[in-house]
Nanobody, 117 residues
Framework: QVRLVESGGGLVQPGGSLRLSCTAS????????LAWYREAPGRKREMVAA????????FYADSVKSRFTISKNNDNTAVYLQMNNLRPDDTAIYYC??????????WGQGTQVTVSP
């Protein structure tokens, strides 16, 4: 099993920045990919960004390209999401996710990001 814990959410004005962190513990040696998802009120949970174990493979949703950057450390015990030029429609609960070699997915508890004047 893998345990994920997010931090770094909060209230920020439009145009501001936040950095989300997610710490992983447990069977981190089995992690093959890490990702950030978000879920806004009334909307489905969507993938925001993802990064492979080697960091060479990265994915970004069109809505966050050039504004958000995903990164991680070498042993997969931490993954980050740098969010710049935040907009009100970025308001959501952000979740950390990982996929393992045992074909399992794990989720964190989520952290609230609110973008408002």
């Amino acid at each position: 099993q893998v345990r994920l814990v997010e931090s770094g959410g909060g209230l920020v004005q439009p145009g501001g920045s936040l950095r989300l962190s997610c710490t992983a513990s447990g069977e981190t040696n089995r992690i093959e990919a890490l990702a950030w998802y978000r879920e806004a009120p009334g909307r489905k949970r969507e993938m925001v960004a993802a990064i492979s174990d080697s960091s060479t493979g990265q994915f970004y949703a069109d809505s966050v390209k050039s504004r958000f950057t995903i990164s991680k450390n070498n042993d997969n015990t931490a993954v980050y999401l740098q969010m710049n030029n935040l907009r009100p429609d970025d308001t959501a609960i952000y979740y950390c996710n990982c996929a393992t070699s045992a074909n399992r997915n794990y989720w964190g508890q989520g952290t609230q990001v609110t973008v408002s004047p």
